[in-house]
Nanobody, 123 residues
């Protein structure tokens, strides 16, 4: 039984930083992908960043490149998203997801495992 539990969201002023965490359990790590998506009210869910659990650099949406960094602590089975230079348009529910195979951010439907999300509000 796969469980993904996010934490670290909150309210911050524009230009500030937050670090999100996603603790994973019951999940096979090898050759799989973990990702962050976000969804703002009235908008579609969009991919933010993803990373292969076997190693390598992360993949990012254009809107967050250079500001957000995705990382993975394999020993702790925890995914992170360091968010710097936050903007009001980053306000959304941030949701952790996992799947086997490609780290494609363009199709959230391919991710079978989801957390409950953590709210980020930038004012």
């Amino acid at each position: 039984h796969v469980q993904l539990v996010e934490s670290g969201g909150g309210s911050v002023q524009a230009g500030g930083s937050l670090r999100l965490s996603c603790a994973a359990s019951g999940y096979t790590y090898n050759r799989n992908c973990m990702a962050w998506f976000r969804q703002a009210p009235g908008k579609e869910r969009e991919g933010v960043a993803s990373i292969y659990t076997g190693g390598g650099d992360g993949y990012y949406a254009d809107a967050v490149k250079g500001r957000f960094t995705i990382s993975l602590d394999r020993a702790k089975h925890t995914l992170y998203l360091q968010m710097n230079s936050l903007k009001p348009e980053d306000t959304a529910m941030y949701i952790c997801a996992a799947r086997g195979g490609s780290c494609d951010l363009g199709n959230s439907g391919r991710y079978p495992y989801w957390g409950q999300g953590t709210q980020v509000t930038v004012s």
